[in-house]
């Protein structure tokens, strides 16, 4: 009962790598699975089970019907990677087009759109070269799509955000990067990806610096990154990394409960 959580760079999947044998234990960990993956939104969720025994038809049942569920769930595409098996064939039974048959992982990471946006997504990727001119691009990206998806207030802190991760793997890793953001339940993930297989060392949360001091654009380090968001981490994988923050964005939008207060009562209808 056995999985693994990695990404790969080139398509943006993230891979889980199942070994054993099919039981109520290992769908439960394979629904566990899903879930750590689906926290970070990505376009596919592949699942190796080519190091699985094969088995009869019903211990195959409740893993099957976990990734329906979860795939269905969380609108998110599942690839399965198996041999011809009792799995396949009732994978292949389902009503569902967001789960995918293929026979090994090579077959279905090459056979995917690397880093799909969705016109009804709130996602955007862009592929920027390892160059200085990648950071002002990145800041970019992010203060359109903060405008865009109405969450200007985080705009400021996701550039830095961006622009540190981006110039990190310009510096360090030298290789071409791939710059993806998400806003799903009011929370902006903005992600980077580079080919070199060295994972940064994750500083030590420390305490929030004066908010009245000026920022500085660059020089800070993961360290700022620490501070600045809500949660942040490195998946690593077999062709690089992804080095991703998750900061709070509540759409403009949206009707904050401290504003009902400063409505007078006779804003109110009678």
């Known amino acids: 009962m056995?999985?693994?959580?990695?990404?790969?760079?080139?398509?943006?999947?993230?891979?889980?790598?199942?070994?054993?044998?099919?039981?109520?234990?290992?769908?439960?960990t394979l629904q566990r699975a899903i879930s750590r993956c689906a926290a970070h939104h990505p376009p596919y969720v592949a699942v190796d089970c080519t190091r699985i025994a094969p088995d009869k038809l019903l211990p195959t049942l409740l893993p099957a019907m976990v990734m329906l569920r979860e795939s269905c769930r969380r609108g998110m595409t599942v690839l399965v990677c198996a041999p011809a098996s009792a799995l396949t064939v009732l994978l292949r039974r389902l009503p569902t087009r967001r789960v995918r048959i293929y026979p090994r992982l090579t077959d279905a990471l090459s056979r995917i759109r690397p880093y799909p946006v969705s016109a009804r997504a709130r996602r955007a990727h862009r592929r920027l070269p390892p160059v200085p001119q990648a950071v002002s691009a990145a800041r970019g990206l992010v203060r359109e799509c903060c405008e865009r998806w109405r969450i200007t207030d985080v705009a400021e802190e996701a550039q830095l955000v961006a622009s540190e991760l981006v110039a990190n793997a310009v510096e360090h890793a030298g290789t071409d990067i791939d710059l993806t953001l998400c806003h799903h339940r009011q929370r902006l993930r903005i992600a980077v990806a580079d080919r070199h297989p060295d994972v940064p060392a994750l500083p030590r949360r420390e305490s929030a610096p004066d908010p009245r001091q000026p920022l500085a654009l660059r020089g800070r380090g993961l360290g700022m990154v620490s501070r600045s968001v809500a949660n942040w981490g490195v998946l690593p994988g077999s062709d690089g990394k992804i080095v991703w923050a998750s900061l709070a964005a509540t759409p403009a939008s949206r009707l904050r409960l401290p504003s009902l207060v400063t409505i007078p009562r006779a804003g109110y209808p009678a």
């Not at 056995?2 to 439960?28: D, K, M, N, P």
């Open 2 to 28: 056995v999985a693994t959580v990695a990404a790969h760079v080139e398509t943006g999947a993230l891979v889980i790598t199942l070994a054993g044998r099919w039981s109520v234990a290992q769908a439960y």
